[in-house]
T-cell receptor, first 112, second 109 residues
């Protein structure tokens, strides 16, 4: 089934640990995005990639890094998790920045 | 000022009612506008794009007012299944879309 997959579905993590959230799409979309969603704040862009090999910082990039080695995968890494990174993380993709974005099912992350 | 602002609601309406709500955006150069729907912290899904001339999709009507910088969504003949959070989405610059925090609609039997 075409779409976006994310892993893990949920995770509880100790503060200070390193964590990589995985995102894979099979729609051959050029652009991919990572958002976090917190109550009352809506979706906030963490990092984006307009095409394989390029990445950019979004609205809230601090504490996160991404890579885009190929078209399909866009992992998000928390180098040293902190409790304020407790959130629901959504990966999305689109043909281009202005097109409809398709979202993965999300990863619910709790940092203790 | 937030790039996209929405009335969080909730709008609590009976089945069959009409409900409408707006979203304002700050960037007058914005070109792309969308309404997304999100159920219970599941992933957002596109409901409809919003075109300059306004557009309908079944019971849903979207309007764009560039002069006042807002978009609207109207739901006619509300169904229980319309209960959700509706996200207003606007392109804010040349690389990303900005999402509103959402308007919650609850349709009661």
């Amino acid at each position: 089934i075409a779409g976006i997959t994310q892993a893990p579905t949920s995770q509880i993590l100790a503060a200070g640990r390193r964590m990589t959230l995985r995102c894979t799409q099979d729609m051959r979309h050029n652009a991919m995005y990572w958002y976090r969603q917190d109550l009352g704040l809506g979706l906030r862009l963490i990092h984006y990639s307009n095409t394989a090999g390029t990445t950019g910082k979004g609205e809230v990039p601090d504490g996160y890094s991404v890579s885009r080695a190929n078209t399909d995968d866009f992992p998000l890494t928390l180098a040293s998790a902190v409790p304020s990174q407790t959130s629901v993380y959504f990966c999305a993709s689109s043909d281009s920045w202005a097109d409809t974005q398709y979202f993965g099912p999300g990863t619910r992350l709790t940092v203790l | 000022r937030k790039e996209v602002e929405q009335d969080p609601g909730p709008f609590n309406v009976p089945e069959g009612a009409t409900v409408a709500f707006n979203c304002t955006y700050s960037n007058s150069a914005s070109q792309s506008f969308f309404w997304y729907r999100q159920d219970c912290r599941k992933e957002p899904k596109l409901l409809m794009s919003v075109y300059s001339s306004g557009n309908e999709d079944g019971r849903f009507t979207a309007q764009l007012n560039r002069a006042s910088q807002y978009i609207s969504l109207l739901i006619r003949d509300s169904k229980l299944s319309d209960s959700a959070t509706y996200l207003c989405v606007v392109n804010s610059n040349d690389y990303k879309l900005s999402f509103g925090a959402g308007t919650t609609v609850t349709v009661r039997a």
